[in-house]
């Protein structure tokens, strides 16, 4: 099984400011198949980015995603007030599919 | 639009059985796999079980394997989990969510959407 370990656990930023998060692999991820969910609060997870760096329908550019192997990344350029929330990243390179613990993103 | 209402959550004592359903609409269910993940409370996601378009491919954490088995009808448009040997550990909300695929593990193996919950909580 291959484990998520995502960097930092909480992440406090200002609303402006470019966040950072850090996703990275027990062991290489097949081809860059690795996700990112957007989780608010009472909320279901949401998708952002899939294939490690393609964003989906609908989601603002100022997410974006990148890295290969086993070390991947999701930034986000300038923070909006409704994107502090928890975020999670996910592998599908084996039939074991597996989720990181999740970062915090908070207000400072 | 897609969307996806899990149902049959609820209170059940350590030991005991319940089943899930997922009632999908809004696209073509047969085309698509579909995967129950859980998040046991304040904590993160964890994936449960996988099926393939025409249930010929299942999977299992190794968490729930051989106590839960995940089935499909695909004229009822409608996803199951059924769960048995409930233990106190299997408590949280569990999503449905369709993968981006037929099978139930592949190079689209992404969820979206997700279904809003049902909550389980296993306690005596």
């Known amino acids: 099984e291959i484990v998520l370990t995502q960097s930092p656990g909480t992440l406090s930023l200002s609303p402006g400011e470019r966040a950072t998060l850090s996703c990275r692999a027990s062991?290489?991820?097949?081809?860059?198949?690795l996700a990112w969910y957007q989780q608010k609060p009472g909320q279901a997870p949401r998708l952002l980015i899939y294939g490690a760096s393609s964003r989906a329908t609908g989601i603002p550019d100022r997410f974006s995603g990148s890295g290969s192997g086993t070390d991947f990344t999701l930034t986000i350029s300038r923070l909006e007030p409704e994107d502090f929330a928890v975020y999670y990243c996910?592998?599908?390179?084996?039939?074991?599919?597996?989720f990181g613990q999740g970062t915090r993103l908070e207000i400072k | 639009e897609v969307q996806l209402v899990e149902s049959g959550g609820g209170l059940v004592q350590p030991g005991r059985s319940l089943r899930l359903s997922c009632a999908a609409s809004g696209f073509t269910f047969d085309d698509y796999a579909m995967h129950w993940v859980r998040q046991a409370p304040g904590k993160g996601l964890e994936w449960v079980s996988g099926?393939?378009?025409?249930?010929?491919?299942?999977g299992y954490a190794d968490s729930v394997k051989g106590r839960f088995t995940i089935s499909r009808d695909n004229a009822k448009n409608s996803l199951y989990l059924q769960m048995n040997s409930l233990r106190a550990e299997d408590t949280a909300l569990y999503y449905c969510?369709?993968?981006?695929?037929?099978?139930?593990?592949?190079?689209?193996?992404?969820?979206?959407?997700w279904g809003q919950g049902t909550l389980v909580t296993v306690s005596s």
């Open positions: 969510a369709k993968m981006e695929t037929s099978d139930f593990w592949s190079d689209k193996g992404w969820f979206d959407p």
């Open positions: 099926i393939s378009w025409n249930s010929g491919s299942i």
């Open positions: 996910q592998q599908y390179g084996s039939s074991s599919i597996t």
């Open positions: 062991q290489s991820v097949s081809s860059s198949y």
